[in-house]
Every structure is written in structure tokens, then in C-alpha cells.
């Protein structure tokens, strides 16, 4: 097997040392070409060429972002590589979710295993599009690799709060600060007291259905857990997987009392979805719209992509194939 590893020299939780190990064992199992990527989009851009280059499969050292870019690429190409996944960064939701360790060096050894015994996943997508001519900073055609106004996600999207604190903690690491789970949670508490929890302003649209209005903050998965705090996952949309359409959660209230209720109901491995009156819930969507009066901030995989109006998604089944 001949394979491209692409990786991110800035990834949180690898150094150079780490990564010489890696790259040496997985060398050790296929013929292997290294990459580092140089800029934001460069891994989407690499790995839209692997197979006409001769690639069999695409891995990744990196973090969410880098991995939803290899994964945006792979879906621009007619031939797509098998995808070969190496955590290496805070987060790490799509390993984990696959059932990979968070480490890179066990992880490393969970895909040698696979590539071993040849076992393979398919997964499905998401997919969001957005128009074009909306301000709140377009990804570049590259950068989204379905082009300016649509981007593939693996695990989650949101609009309104979520993204938020996203765009918030992006801020801070441009500042020097390094990525962590208290970062994220300090953010977030911070950042409450800022988001708009009196005007709601979105609206779901789901074919042959009511629209569902007055939401403040929606999350869409295709996967669950929808995050993670430390060890400890976070699951607001507990039916959601790789198998299924895409799911949604909607929350029509924002103040303390119902966060507080929400959050007990999804810290932690669960099964039954949240209980209350004021969540807007679907399971195992095709395709749906979120809609709203105001520009909202929106993210994909934990990367913040600016404000829209309106945002359409859609269910990609079997869209890859993960060695796992």
C-alpha cells in the first residue's frame, strides 16, 4: 500500500520527536510519502491529488481541522483514498468517536492493527451550504474543497452560542494561547454572559414538517459524542452516528436554569435524548434548514467560518472509507 501522510507541524499534542516515532512506524507498514502542511487548506489541496498521484490511502496527523480538511478534499476527487486517521491535537472528536485511543503513539498502533488485518469503515458526512454572497468571512474554494459556499463536516456543525465560543478561543490562540479543555470551558462560561439569550432568531425547516422558530443555538451531528471535556464526553445528540442521516438539537431558551439542566443531562455516556419542553429535537435528517433574522455565528469540526443566515444540510452516506 502506498500512503500520504500529511502533517501539521503545529498540531497541540505531538512534538517533533513524537512525530519522527510515528512517521518511522507506519513507514515500517506501507510506503509512506510525508507531508507537512504550510498553510490553512493545504491538506485539503494534497489530498485531492493523492489518488491520481497513486495514493492508496490518505493519513493525517492533526488535529479536527486539519482532518476535516483531508476529509474535504478526498470528497473533491472522483477516486477517493481509504483515510487513515492519527490524533494530534485537543480535541480529537472523529478519532475517539471511531473508537481510536486519544494518544497518537496507541492510536499509531490501532492503525497498524487495521492495516494488518485489513478492517475498514465507512462513514457517512455532512454537508453545509451557505450563500455566497453573505458577509462573515468565506472560506476560500480551497479552504471549503466543495467550494466557497459548501463544506463537508465529519462530526458536528453549529450555529449561535457554540460557535461563539469557537470564534472566541480561535482569538485567543492567535494570541498564544495553546488549546486545551479549560480554555474551552473558561471561554465558554465567560462568553455566556456575552451571547444573546433574550431575542431568538432562528427558525429549523424540515421538508413536510411546521417550522420549528424561535431557536437561540443549534447543534448538528453526525456522530455522537458531539464533544469531549477532558475524558468525559458531551452528548446532546446521543442517537446520532456514522450510520444514519444527520441530527439536530435546538435550544429555545438560554437562561441559567435551562443550561444547567441541559448540561446534567449531557455530560457523560448516554442513551435517551434530553428531556424538555423547550428543545427542538430530529433524528436521522437527510437534509434541513436553519434559517435566521440576524447574521449567527457557524462553525464546522470546531472551526469557526464566519456569520450566516442561512445554512442547509445534508446527509453524505457512505462517503469514506476509515481504516479503524
Given at each position: 500500500?502506498?500512503?500520504?501522510?500529511?502533517?501539521?507541524?503545529k498540531?497541540?499534542?505531538?512534538?517533533?520527536r513524537?512525530?519522527?516515532?510515528?512517521?518511522?512506524?507506519?513507514?515500517?507498514?506501507?510506503?509512506?510519502?510525508?507531508?507537512?502542511?504550510?498553510?490553512?487548506?493545504?491538506?485539503?489541496?494534497?489530498?485531492?491529488?493523492?489518488?491520481?498521484?497513486g495514493?492508496?490511502?490518505?493519513?493525517?496527523?492533526g488535529?479536527?481541522?486539519?482532518?476535516?480538511?483531508?476529509?474535504?478534499?478526498l470528497?473533491?476527487?472522483?477516486?477517493?483514498?481509504?483515510?487513515?486517521?492519527?490524533?494530534?491535537?485537543s480535541?480529537?472528536?472523529?478519532?475517539?468517536?471511531?473508537?481510536?485511543?486519544?494518544d497518537?503513539?496507541?492510536?499509531?498502533?490501532?492503525?497498524?492493527?487495521?492495516?494488518?488485518?485489513?478492517?475498514?469503515?465507512?462513514?457517512?458526512?455532512?454537508?453545509?451550504?451557505?450563500?455566497?454572497?453573505?458577509?462573515?468571512?468565506?472560506?476560500?474554494?480551497?479552504d471549503?474543497?466543495?467550494?466557497?459556499?459548501?463544506?463537508y463536516?465529519?462530526?458536528?456543525?453549529?450555529l449561535?452560542?457554540?460557535?461563539?465560543?469557537?470564534?472566541?478561543?480561535?482569538?485567543?490562540?492567535s494570541?498564544?494561547?495553546?488549546?486545551?479543555?479549560?480554555?474551552?470551558?473558561?471561554?465558554?462560561?465567560?462568553?455566556?454572559?456575552?451571547?444573546?439569550?433574550?431575542?431568538?432568531?432562528?427558525?429549523?425547516?424540515?421538508?413536510?414538517r411546521?417550522?420549528?422558530k424561535?431557536?437561540?443555538?443549534?447543534?448538528?451531528?453526525?456522530?455522537?459524542?458531539?464533544?469531549?471535556v477532558g475524558?468525559?464526553?458531551?452528548?446532546?445528540?446521543?442517537?446520532?452516528?456514522?450510520?444514519?442521516?444527520l441530527?439536530?438539537?435546538?435550544?429555545?431558551?438560554?437562561?441559567?436554569?435551562?443550561?444547567?439542566?441541559?448540561?446534567?443531562?449531557?455530560?457523560?455516556?448516554?442513551?435517551?435524548?434530553?428531556?424538555?419542553?423547550?428543545?427542538?429535537?430530529?433524528?436521522?435528517?437527510?437534509?434541513?434548514?436553519?434559517?435566521?433574522?440576524?447574521?449567527?455565528?457557524?462553525?464546522l469540526?470546531g472551526?469557526?467560518?464566519?456569520?450566516?443566515?442561512?445554512?442547509?444540510?445534508?446527509?453524505?452516506p457512505?462517503a469514506?472509507?476509515?481504516l479503524?
Amino acid at each position: 500500500m502506498r500512503a500520504l501522510l500529511l502533517v501539521n507541524p503545529k498540531a497541540t499534542s505531538t512534538n517533533r520527536r513524537s512525530r519522527d516515532v510515528l512517521i518511522r512506524a507506519l513507514g515500517a507498514a506501507v510506503d509512506l510519502t510525508v507531508e507537512e502542511t504550510r498553510y490553512r487548506g493545504h491538506a485539503a489541496v494534497l489530498a485531492s491529488t493523492a489518488h491520481a498521484k497513486g495514493f492508496d490511502a490518505v493519513a493525517v496527523l492533526g488535529g479536527d481541522g486539519t482532518v476535516n480538511e483531508v476529509a474535504n478534499g478526498l470528497m473533491a476527487a472522483a477516486d477517493r483514498p481509504a483515510l487513515i486517521i492519527i490524533p494530534g491535537g485537543s480535541a480529537n472528536v472523529l478519532a475517539r468517536a471511531l473508537g481510536l485511543p486519544n494518544d497518537p503513539v496507541e492510536a499509531t498502533g490501532a492503525v497498524l492493527e487495521a492495516l494488518r488485518d485489513g478492517r475498514r469503515r465507512t462513514i457517512s458526512l455532512g454537508l453545509a451550504s451557505w450563500d455566497l454572497d453573505e458577509t462573515g468571512g468565506d472560506v476560500s474554494p480551497g479552504d471549503a474543497g466543495a467550494g466557497g459556499g459548501s463544506r463537508y463536516f465529519t462530526f458536528c456543525a453549529g450555529l449561535g452560542y457554540d460557535a461563539e465560543v469557537i470564534r472566541a478561543v480561535e482569538g485567543l490562540r492567535s494570541a498564544g494561547y495553546r488549546a486545551s479543555p479549560t480554555l474551552y470551558v473558561n471561554t465558554a462560561l465567560r462568553h455566556y454572559l456575552m451571547t444573546n439569550r433574550r431575542h431568538p432568531a432562528m427558525t429549523l425547516h424540515r421538508p413536510r414538517r411546521a417550522a420549528e422558530k424561535g431557536i437561540f443555538m443549534a447543534i448538528v451531528s453526525n456522530t455522537a459524542p458531539w464533544t469531549f471535556v477532558g475524558n468525559r464526553p458531551v452528548n446532546p445528540t446521543p442517537w446520532a452516528g456514522f450510520d444514519t442521516g444527520l441530527d439536530v438539537i435546538g435550544l429555545r431558551r438560554m437562561g441559567l436554569p435551562a443550561m444547567l439542566g441541559l448540561i446534567r443531562q449531557i455530560i457523560g455516556e448516554r442513551t435517551g435524548l434530553p428531556a424538555g419542553k423547550h428543545l427542538v429535537q430530529a433524528h436521522d435528517e437527510g437534509e434541513f434548514t436553519l434559517s435566521a433574522e440576524r447574521p449567527i455565528a457557524f462553525q464546522l469540526d470546531g472551526d469557526y467560518l464566519g456569520e450566516r443566515e442561512r445554512v442547509i444540510f445534508r446527509a453524505i452516506p457512505d462517503a469514506l472509507q476509515v481504516l479503524v
